[in-house]
Nanobody, 122 residues
Framework: VQLVESGGGLVQAGGSLRLSCAASGRTFSMYAMGWFRQAPGKEREFVASITWIGAATYYTDSVKGRFTISGDEAKNTIYLQMNSLKPEDTAVYFC????????????????WGQGTQVTVSS
């Protein structure tokens, strides 16, 4: 499985960005896909995930109400709509795939993209 993220960039606080992650290869092996982020000097943290069957979504508390994860199964692509961005959202955002229901730990995700930088200025 290959994952390619896009859509990162520089935005002012309060602004919006939409990240995309396109999957290719053995995509039938994916049960769910998720977004993680890693800020400089910090550990990689879970942001959100979505299952392909049933479109169940999970979010970390700090992004609930501001971020929305969605998926287009026909395109094997997931999205992360990020609104009301804050400087503390600044990080490299990674998408990843998993076969574990409700997984929020990075070690439960097998395939990873290369990451896309999101910078929120104050």
């Amino acid at each position: 499985v290959q994952l390619v993220e896009s859509g990162g960039g520089l935005v002012q606080a309060g602004g919006s960005l939409r990240l995309s992650c396109a999957a290719s290869g053995r995509t039938f092996s994916m049960y769910a896909m998720g977004w993680f982020r890693q800020a400089p000097g910090k550990e990689r943290e879970f942001v959100a995930s979505i299952t392909w069957i049933g479109a169940a979504t999970y979010y970390t508390d700090s992004v609930k109400g501001r971020f929305t994860i969605s998926g287009d199964e026909a395109k094997n692509t997931i999205y992360l709509q990020m609104n009301s961005l804050k400087p503390e959202d600044t990080a490299v955002y990674f998408c990843a795939s998993t076969t574990t229901l409700g997984a929020t730990r990075s070690r439960d995700y097998k395939y990873w993209g290369q990451g896309t930088q999101v910078t929120v200025s104050s």
